[in-house]
């Protein structure tokens, strides 16, 4: 992990403070290319009735419209928590090509808490991944709201 990796999660983090703000479950992720912006986002699925809106599939269909091209070549996603099934296949079929998370997420993460997903030789898309940046941070907000919550 570099500074930038850590300037990009604080991005994260902040999204996942907007999600949070609007009484969402708060995770955040931006995606980056070449050290610039192309889409933020954060979890909605309950202000759009949408069960497929993750912070991550957020900010892939975001970056998908400005590139005007599903595959994402090139780029990192920063997101606060690990990906759960959904998220990560869709990366793959994005093909982006860095991967950084903040928490696990030990119920639904697969891509070291429940299991190695992206690491499956059938998958047709290597994706370079790093966890734990900012840990601390991104679990606090996870935990100070379903603390809140119950």
């Known amino acids: 992990m570099n500074t930038r990796d850590e300037y ?22 931006v995606l980056v290319h070449e050290d610039e912006l192309i889409a933020e986002g954060y979890n909605c699925p309950i202000s759009t009735h949408d069960p497929s809106a993750h912070a991550e599939m957020v900010v892939l269909r975001k970056a998908a419209q400005v590139f005007h091209n599903y595959r994402l070549l090139n780029t990192t996603l920063y997101v606060t928590l690990e990906p759960c099934m959904m998220c990560a296949g869709a990366m793959v079929h994005a093909r982006i090509k860095r991967l950084v998370y903040g928490a696990s997420d030990p119920r639904t993460g697969v891509l070291a808490s429940q299991a190695k997903f992206l690491d499956q ?12 940046l900012l840990a601390d941070a991104c679990g606090g907000l996870l935990t100070d709201f379903f603390r809140n919550k119950r």
């Open 8 to 29: 990009w999660m604080q991005k994260a983090l902040q999204q996942a403070e907007a999600a949070k703000r609007a009484g969402e479950v708060p995770v955040g992720a």
């Open 121 to 132: 030789g059938f998958l047709n898309h290597r994706i370079e991944y790093k966890g734990n």
